[in-house]
């Protein structure tokens, strides 16, 4: 089997729920760039991955992806990976672009087997539990509000995603625990948003509460803060989702005890492959690698392995406006088909594009 070609296509969209991240971050702004990734073999069978980028992701996959990718063997996913690998040695690829060959190759397999990639994968459950990921709301009430929805929907499980202000988060995460009671399972993200003082100040707020983890509450560069950090918190601290270099720094911040749980993901750790790499790593500890964001590459890594606890889903309004696929018991489903399952109208695509290749 042989890469014939490698097309990409940037598409602009209206954002459907517009929202924000806490205070410093850019939020979701009215519309989006994205860019789908095609790459096409000799025996008529094409893999796609998403990209959530426009201009950036088009430049690198014009000037180094195809070069690495066309005339290669689409099932020889390893030697692609590392070949990746090195171009990033010069580029410095963009995080998100680690993996965007990766997830279309692994799409490829999939399809060549005849199976849904996660059976491909491993196979460990069919239906895993989603939890209601919030984005930034303006108020406590609001807050509850949505975790009442969430509920009420069948979610068992609701993060927050808050202000970035450590006393004011602290009160939330409080405040939440006792609207909801005892049985829904909370968690907290502060995307990077605290020193460590504040982290820990916060930490200890989210152990009272009793909240199931403590996620990214400081930018992932220091393994000696995070270490420090998860000596003085029995909360589990949930770290290395946006940190550079996949398994080879999560086996850091494993060894030297600077995260009780880490973060894996298709979008921030090399595709497919470097998901999976970093759960082997992390079971191989008897940790659990949550995996990061949603979509179908993060479900199939899901679903194949057994040391995760969730699926993300990211509750972007009030009223909520629950992604398509989640039951009414909080639950995400395997997608049936070979392959990955991302449904591409190719002409519906070249014609919206604003530039492709
Ligand atoms: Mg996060």
Known sequence: MEITDVKAYTVEEKVNHPFVWRKG?????????????RICTDEGIDGYSYIGRGAVALDIVRRRLREVLIGKDPLQKELLWHEVWELDRIEELPIYMLGAADVALWDITAKVA????????????????????TVTFPTTEEYLEVADQCVEYGFKAVKLHA??????????CQRLRKH??????????????????ESLYLGR????????WYEEPMREFSINQYRKLCDHLDIPVLAAETSDGAHYNAADFIIHGAADMVRTSTGFKGGITGAMRVAHLADSFQMTAEVHGGGLPNLHVCLAIRNNSYYESLIASNPIDVETGIDREGYVHAPAGAGIGF???VEDLQRRAIAQL
């Open 25 to 37: 971050l850019p939020g979701s702004g009215e519309t989006s760039q994205s860019t789908w990734l």
């Open 180 to 197: 909801v009671g005892d049985d829904i399972v909370l968690m907290y993200d502060g995307s990077a948003g605290f020193n460590f003082h």
């Open 114 to 133: 005849g199976l849904p990639l996660y059976k491909v994968l491993g196979g460990y459950r069919d239906k895993i539990d989603a939890y209601a990921s």
């Open 163 to 172: 202000w970035g202000d450590a006393r004011k988060d602290a009160l939330l």
């Open 343 to 345: 449904e591409v109208d």
């Open 205 to 212: 707020a989210l152990e009272e509460a009793g909240y199931y």
